[in-house]
């Protein structure tokens, strides 16, 4: 049980410091969480039959990067190049084909 409780120490660890780095580049807690919030609730009831797939997950990941550069830091590229990468697998879940005269 003693290594148990090291790697779970561990990993509490990890943690705050992640969340303590975070912070500054995703804004404060409750405004961000609230803003994420609104976000996929507005989202969320505009879903077809409210049902929600993987491709819904996909663009409501990109909200959350979006509100995390309006709260956090503005210029953190992470927020803008995580959102493009939720979208390009939007495109994919969705099922997007890309035939050769698009190209």
């Not at 550069?69 to 493009?84: F, I, M, P, R, T």
Request: proline share 1%.
């Amino acid at each position: 049980m003693d290594s148990q409780n090291k790697v779970a120490g561990s990993v509490l660890a990890e943690a705050f410091a992640a969340v303590k780095v975070r912070g500054e580049n995703h804004g404060e807690i409750i405004a961000s969480f609230d803003a994420i919030a609104s976000m996929w609730d507005a989202y969320v009831r505009h879903i077809p039959n409210g049902r929600i797939k993987a491709v819904d997950v996909a663009h409501m990941m990109n909200l959350l990067k979006v509100v995390r550069s309006v709260h956090g830091n503005a210029k953190e590229l992470d927020h803008y190049s995580d959102a493009a990468g939720y979208e390009s697998l939007a495109a994919i879940l969705a099922g997007v084909e890309i035939n050769n005269a698009e190209r």
